[in-house]
């Protein structure tokens, strides 16, 4: 039996201009007796490599990587394409040996048994993705792509969330937004955005063989949105400063999580924020604290912070000097917080009845709860945005302030302050009939 080479070739384009990188494998001539004698038919193996590249960056004749300038040559790739050829020519010896015949069925089962022992995970195939994206040469897609992986890392490690393909299902799906919306203030754009890249990036895996799993095409955009929409939680200006006045000398956990609260609702830091303040982050102008200047846990962005109200001057003051590693507030960890937080909010009679909306698998169900039942440490950030609107901040500043990327991630609380300003104002003109 004669034994032919392999070679390399590109098949059909995707969307994005990339050709899938086929391997053409020869396993020689099969015998075949007809009428007219012995024919000898081409027996050959088309193989995807599961690698792609641009047309121009490929050269057809030695079917192989064009050899271009340093920094747009991809020796990865070409290391990638070595090692198979490798091993094809590594399995025809091995054949040869052992007088087998080469068959397609035999070359698949050899294949594919290697490729079930170097299954990689959703994030290593996620690092495969960033990197693919990033071959499209547009930064703003590796960036959103990273951003991906991020706050997937984040939502497991936050919720105990699975990171496996076959769990990706519609209340996963909906559970995941859920926490973004939660923990990252996303918008119903956003939101909309995001299911686009988490789906791009399933279809990645599943071009790449690593799952089957289509259960995500089954989720509506529309009846996603609906789901995962969530009540915000947030207290007053008059509800702020009944807690600031409420006396809980008696019980200093109570008295500790108020300020760090309260300090939130004045400045709009995310609990991650507040928890690393430190005196090296606070602008003086003399002895007075003016500012908060902080690069921001989540995003990593340079944040100014303006330090106006006195409420929030006289917090600083009663903790300066007095906590470990020149920390400025009392900051316990997020579960302790909210834990206490809730019973801080009792004592401090924050019982105004309040919506919340929570689920049940996919079923929608609205509650009416006390709203110190269902207060967090991020309501101090929701409140800031709030009471900011509601005494006449503008939305761009606002959005500046709250380090917000996309405008309508801070617009959505303006149909929290309008509804806000009409009940406040029907109540006031009642009390005149």
Known sequence: MEYYGSKFYLDKKDKNGFYTIMMYIGLGYDKVESAEGAIYKNNRLRYSTGEKIKKRYW?????????????????????????LAKKVEGIKKDARRKNIKLSKDYFKSLFHSEEKKKQISLIERLDDYINYSAKLRNPRTVTKNKQLKDELLDFAEKTKASLVYHEIDHNWVVKYFSFLIEEYDNSNKTIEGKFSKLKAFIHYAIEQKDTDNREIEKVKINDLLTLVKKTIIWINEDELLHLNAFDFSKNPRYDHIRDVFCFGCYTGLRYSDLAQLSEQ????????????NLT??????KAVIPIVHPTALNILKKYHGKLPGSKCLPVLTNQESNSILKEMAKEGE???????????????????VLKHEVLTMHSSRHSF???SLINGMDITTLQELLQHTDIEDTMRYLEITDEFKKNAMIKAWNKKK
Do not use: M, Y
């Open 59 to 83: 050269d057809e004749k030695k079917g192989q990587p064009r050899n271009l300038r340093d920094d747009e040559t991809d020796e990865e790739l070409q290391k990638s394409l070595d090692t």
């Open 281 to 292: 982050h606070l602008v003086r102008k003399g002895k007075i604290v003016t500012a908060i």
């Open 296 to 301: 921001t846990h989540k995003g990593s962005n």
């Open 350 to 368: 924050l019982n105004s009845k309040i919506e919340v909306v929570r689920f049940q698998g996919v079923n929608r169900i609205a509650d009416i």
């Open 385 to 387: 945005a709030c009471i």
